[in-house]
Structures are given as structure tokens and as C-alpha cells.
């Protein structure tokens, strides 16, 4: 929903309780919006309820900070939500073992490592300009191929003939002398699953970060303070997931990035804004 229409919203509620001849102003409806959608934003977040809010923002550069000795920087797009613990804000922090690998066409040596989804695989032969996205697979229980061996494949079978690696695309009985590749029953596996492709960062106090010069193996520390995350290491790219602050809204064009569950709450909250607003009455003058 826009702003504009939930102004609307909020005016039609206004007047249906009486008070349509109350002059608010445009700037008093986007105030109000704006402080109801931020004090909510809370209450959800607390109540289990932020997932909506989560933003995610991938950072392929830290910087030295050589004014804090052992410490890398890089800033964040918006500030961290500040009104609450880093508990509830930083969701999750993920540090990339390889680069994702991307559809379409590619040049890649074996040995190399890309992460296709969440995992993390490994080529296994060269690959000169193909796409090779799907070609990806656990190689695990295989069975060898050579012509004529008299064996049944299985839709699903891993096979390897002459050092390179297949999946089977249908049942094949192997009792002649074709090539594995002249089959049509078996396509190239160029990516061996190796593992998860992410490893979890591990958010501390800002104070403890500065202090502590132990680095441990597969330890990743980080802390993030207002606009900033600093870290112990330089390993990237480092994905970080959290809760912003609330970024005013004025445009009546702009749509609310808020859940629709919220909506009529939001609703009922500006117009109690609105009405906490209004310049008491002057009682009458009894003398």
C-alpha cells in the first residue's frame, strides 16, 4: 500500500468517528504514519514477529581501519535499528567460501570452487566457455563405466568412465561397444558437492572485539555499531542480514514496506496520534 492510500484510510476512519471536521494537515498524517509504522516495527520485532524487516546487505571489500589496530570496517547502507539488542537486530552473518556460480556460460579449471544455492562444490574437470549450472551433483556410491561391461545404469546412477564423471538420465544397459558420451543416457558432472558454501560469523559487543587480539581458527567475530560493521577478519564476501531503522516516508507514491497484517494497526495508531495531538479544549469560565 501506498502512503497516500493509507492516508486516505485514515482520514475516512477520522471522520467516521466524529472528527472529519478537524483541519489535520498533510505533514500531521505523514508524521503520524511514520511514528506509528516505527513504534510497531518494536513491538513486532520483540514479539518474535521481524522477519519482515530483515535486509540483507553483501559487503566484497573490508577496510583496514588503521586507527583500530587488528579491525576491518565497511559501511552499512542504513543503520542498524538502534531501540533494541543486537540480539533481536542482526539476524544472520554468513562469510562465502567460494563465489556463487552464475547461469550462462563460464571458463573454469579443476580444483576451482563455486557455490551453487547454499553449498559449496568443486569443479571436476576443466570447463572452456560452457554453462555448466545444472551439471552439478553429491558424488557418492559410484559405479564405473567401460563398453560392453554387461551392467544396467539406473535413472539417477553416478557413473565415471575414463576419469570424468556422469549422471544417468534413463535406464541403460551397457552390452555394446558405445562411448559413454555417444549413449545419449548420460550427461557430464562438472561440480562435486564438497560441503556447506557459508560459515557463520560470530556477532560480539563492540568493547570485546577492540579488545580481544586472540584470533582462533574458524573463528569469525564481527560487531556492528550504528552505521558501521567492523570485524577480526578480511574474509569476503561477508553477508550480513538485519534490522534497519525505519526510514521516514513523505512521498504519497511510495509504497510501505510493511506486512499487511500490520496495516490496520497502523491504521488505529496514527489516528490515536493524531487525536493525542489536538490542542486541549479551555474549560468553561464558572466565575
Known amino acids: 500500500m501506498t502512503l497516500g492510500n493509507l492516508i486516505k484510510r485514515i482520514r475516512t476512519k477520522i471522520g467516521n468517528i466524529g472528527l472529519d471536521d478537524v483541519p489535520f494537515f498533510h505533514d500531521q498524517y505523514v508524521s503520524a504514519i511514520n511514528d506509528a509504522i516505527r513504534s510497531l516495527r518494536v513491538q513486532y520485532i520483540q514479539n518474535g514477529l521481524g522477519n519482515e524487516f530483515v535486509e540483507s546487505e553483501t559487503f566484497y571489500v573490508l577496510i583496514e581501519d588503521f586507527d583500530l589496530p587488528f579491525l576491518n570496517f565497511a559501511d552499512l547502507k542504513k543503520p542498524i535499528l538502534r531501540s533494541l539488542p543486537p540480539s533481536l537486530t542482526v539476524r544472520s552473518s554468513?562469510?562465502?567460501k567460494a563465489p556463487r556460480l552464475n547461469r550462462?556460460?563460464?571458463t573454469y579449471a579443476k580444483g576451482e570452487k563455486r557455490i551453487i544455492g547454499r553449498e559449496l562444490y568443486e569443479a571436476v574437470d576443466n570447463i572452456t566457455e560452457q554453462d555448466t549450472y545444472n551439471n552439478a551433483a553429491k558424488i557418492d556410491r559410484v559405479r564405473t563405466f567401460y563398453p560392453d561391461n554387461g551392467l544396467t545404469f539406473?535413472?539417477?546412477d553416478i557413473v565415471k568412465s575414463n576419469g570424468l564423471y556422469y549422471v544417468a538420465t534413463q535406464e541403460y544397459?551397457?552390452?555394446t561397444d558405445t562411448l559413454i558420451e555417444d549413449t545419449g543416457s548420460f550427461e557430464q558432472i562438472y561440480w562435486k558437492y564438497v560441503g556447506?558454501?557459508?560459515v557463520e560469523a560470530r556477532h560480539v559487543p563492540?568493547?570485546?572485539?577492540?579488545s580481544n587480539r586472540l584470533k582462533l581458527p574458524n573463528s569469525y567475530p564481527f560487531s556492528v555499531k550504528e552505521n558501521k560493521v567492523w570485524?577480526?577478519?578480511n574474509n569476503v564476501p561477508f553477508t550480513l542480514s538485519y534490522i534497519p531503522e525505519w526510514e521516514e516516508v513523505t512521498d504519497v507514491n511510495e509504497e510501505l514496506s510493511v506486512p499487511d497484517s500490520m496495516l490496520m494497526d497502523i491504521q488505529n495508531l496514527s489516528v490515536q496520534h493524531l487525536i493525542g495531538a489536538l490542542p486541549e479544549e479551555p474549560e468553561d469560565d464558572q466565575g
Open 94 to 96: 554468513l562469510i562465502w
Open 104 to 106: 550462462g556460460t563460464g
Open 154 to 156: 539406473f535413472e539417477g
Open 173 to 175: 544397459e551397457n552390452n
Open 196 to 198: 556447506s558454501g557459508y
Open 206 to 210: 563492540f568493547s570485546e572485539l577492540h
Open 231 to 233: 570485524t577480526q577478519f
